[in-house]
């Protein structure tokens, strides 16, 4: 059995999407250290995502009344996160972050000027 420690979590600031119908996306990056590796340092990463709930019983007024919208973290599995082993927290943070903006194609622009 091999044991990871948590070494670093981090909550990024949301990501809006060009479609304004679709909520922004929020990730939690997670950075695990597993021991007698070369290159300890992994991510883990998840997802808020939200659901509404409501009963499938009693009146529209009380259905109305009892509904209630969740947030819950899911483990984020779309891009290649097991990809990344690094030999620091740091390189591992910044190939993470560097897969989240290659794949959602982020451009440095803000307000169409290069924040580079």
Known sequence: MQLRE??????????????????????????????????PYHIAAYRHEAFRMSPRFGSHSLREKWRSDETVLVEDFQLDWESIKEESAVKALRRA?????????????????DTK
């Open 6 to 39: 948590v070494v670093g979590i981090f909550e990024l600031e949301p990501i809006e999407s060009s479609n304004e119908d679709l909520p922004p996306l929020r990730f939690r990056i997670e950075i695990t250290r597993a021991r007698k590796e070369k290159k």
């Open 97 to 113: 972050l560097g897969l989240i903006s290659t794949q959602l194609r982020l451009s440095n622009k803000k307000n169409g000027k």
